[in-house]
C-alpha cells in the first residue's frame, strides 16, 4: 500500500505563488510515474504536471512556464512549485504515483484558491 500526504496550499492572490509538497510512503517498489492533477468544481480533472520512469517532465499547456514539477528521492518527497498564480488555477490538487503511465494511488489533495 501507498500514502501520499499533500500539504502548502492556501489562499493566494493573483499574481503570487506557492510550493505544493506531496510526502509518499509505503510500498513504492516499481514506481514510475508520478505527478500532480487538479480538480476545480463543476470542471474535468485536469493533469498539471507528470515525471515518467525516464525523467522526463511534462506540463499541461495551462501551467506550462509558470509551474515547476521537481522531486527529492531522498525525502519521497515530490513538489510543486506554483508561479503567477491565475484565479483559473483555483482547484483542488493532488499528487499522485502508479507504474506504466497509470495513477494507481493519489493523496486527499490539498486546496489552492487564487483571489483576484
Same mark, same amino acid.
Not at 68 to 84: E, G, H, I, V
Given at each position: 500500500?501507498?500514502? *501520499? ?12 505563488? *506557492? ?27 485536469? *493533469? ?69
Amino acid at each position: 500500500q501507498v500514502q *501520499l500526504v499533500e500539504s502548502g496550499g492556501g489562499l493566494v492572490q493573483a499574481g503570487g505563488s *506557492l510550493r505544493l509538497s506531496c510526502v509518499v510512503s509505503g510500498s513504492i517498489f516499481r514506481i514510475n510515474y508520478m505527478g500532480w492533477y487538479r480538480q476545480a468544481p463543476g470542471k474535468q480533472r485536469e *493533469l498539471v504536471a507528470t515525471i515518467s520512469s525516464g525523467g522526463s517532465t511534462g506540463y499541461a499547456d495551462s501551467v506550462m512556464g509558470r509551474f515547476t514539477f521537481s522531486r527529492d528521492n531522498a525525502k519521497n518527497t515530490m513538489y510543486l512549485q506554483m508561479n503567477s498564480l491565475k484565479p483559473e488555477d483555483t482547484a483542488v490538487y493532488y499528487c499522485f504515483v502508479g507504474r506504466n503511465y497509470n495513477m494507481d494511488y493519489w493523496g486527499k489533495g490539498t486546496q489552492v484558491t487564487v483571489s483576484s
